[in-house]
């Protein structure tokens, strides 16, 4: 967690966008709490009152809430991805900036340790990787978080205990259910870095020396090994997705 806080420094130039999307994100999880609560009694109300009650039972407003929570939830959802995916873009492009000032100022010596593949790779992949961590670590936590305190309290209205017991359950949820999946797609996320680096490694070196390869005849070779690599990687990350 240490590791990514100069990271995080850089979402304070954006952070009013990334509090944007947020909130949407928030308005759009309650708008579809609503919808089901709103449609789910309307289904039993009508039921209950049946035919005795078609003229007595005002099916109108509920019928407006419903379709007012699915135009909100349908709304909140566009402009949620618009906003989050701008403002995740707006912090690549200042990362990237980032990242080339500090390799800039570094003697050749300092990077002869690395390879050109690996350079590449941490540049390219390990930059990319970052736009999941308002996506889908951030955003989605913070989401849950307020979605369960306003879920608990409404709920207190109709009983405490009820409230408390599942407010307790979604809480606890939360804080385990993460670390868990954390360590559960670890292994395999190490592993996609490495394919991803060592495929990267092997992409370059096969540019670089295309020619050496043609003459000894060993391009075909080569292009299998890496199309191996490419193909390892991404079962790995089908099996990540899964896990």
């Known amino acids: 967690m240490r590791a990514l806080w ?53 099916y109108m407003l509920p019928a407006a809430g419903v379709r007012g929570a699915a135009i909100i939830r ?45 350079l590449l790779n941490r540049v390219v992949a390990d930059v990319d990787t970052l736009d999941h961590l308002y996506l889908r670590v951030i955003s989605p936590l913070v989401g849950a978080l307020v979605v369960i305190l306003v879920v608990t309290v409404g709920l207190s209205v109709l009983d405490v205990t009820l409230a408390l017991t599942l407010g307790g359950i979604m809480l606890l949820t939360l804080l385990v259910m993460p670390p868990l999946f954390y360590r559960a ?33 060993a391009s075909d070779r080569y292009r299998q090994q890496n199309g191996k690599k490419r193909k390892r990687a991404g079962w790995m990350r089908s099996v990540a997705r899964l896990s």
């Open 6 to 58: 100069p990271y995080l420094a850089l979402y304070k130039r954006h952070k009013w966008l990334l509090l944007l999307g947020i909130v949407l994100a928030i308005v759009t999880l309650l708008a579809s709490i609503g919808l089901l609560t709103l449609s789910g009694w309307f289904l039993s109300a009508s039921a209950v009152v049946g035919v005795a009650g078609i003229y007595s039972f005002n």
């Open 74 to 118: 349908t709304a909140g959802r566009y402009f949620e991805r618009l906003v989050s995916h701008d403002a995740t873009f707006r912090v690549l492009q200042h990362l990237r900036v980032f990242t080339f000032s500090k390799l800039l100022p570094l003697s050749p010596a300092g990077l002869a340790r690395f390879r050109q593949g690996e």
């Open 185 to 217: 797609g670890k292994p395999a996320g190490e592993s996609i870095t490495r394919l991803r680096g060592q495929y990267r490694q092997h992409l370059t070196s096969w540019l670089q020396g295309q020619a050496e390869l043609m003459l000894f005849n």
